[in-house]
């Protein structure tokens, strides 16, 4: 399978915007700390989000593919609502991925101490949403154990 030059900008934004998020909390993966091992739920949040990167990708290439020149982001929501069915789902998604996650994500960010946690949406308009939740959750768990390493040091 070949990529378009459309595609590869695509992805290597939306992997930008990963590279960042474990670059401004490297931190975390740094040194020996009590705790800093993979966890069992870390690798598990990590296989979801490979997951949902890669199906995600595959569709919305094939989206970009099928409409060439109509495809875009106010063109693919409007076909989120071509019938009651994906209307519900569409809906969902768009104030789920809109309002809460961006609201979640920065408000538990910052209670947990992750940097620059405004960064998941942005990832999830990038990637999938289903993608930046599941690295947000994978990230949120090392910062707790992170943090109660910490506290156990002082």
């Avoid at 399978?1 to 992997?15: K, T």
């Amino acid at each position: 399978m070949s990529f378009s030059g459309s595609e590869i900008f695509y992805m290597a934004i939306g992997l930008l915007s990963v590279a960042l998020i474990y670059i401004w909390n490297a931190r975390l993966y740094r040194g020996a700390w009590a705790g800093g091992g993979t966890s069992g739920l870390e690798v598990l949040y990590y296989l979801v989000a490979l997951a949902a990167l890669v199906i995600g990708w595959y569709y919305n290439f094939a989206y970009l593919r099928e409409y060439g020149e109509a495809a875009g982001w106010w063109h693919w929501t409007t076909l989120l609502f071509v019938n009651p069915a994906s209307a519900s789902g569409g809906q969902d998604l768009i104030i789920a991925n809109l309002i809460l996650f961006p609201l979640w994500t920065i408000i538990e960010g910052r209670r947990s101490g992750l940097r620059h946690s405004w960064m998941y949406f942005v990832m999830s308009l990038l990637t999938s949403y289903a993608f930046g939740i599941a690295v947000f959750l994978a990230m949120h768990d090392r910062q707790l154990r992170w943090n109660k390493a910490q506290g156990a040091v002082a």
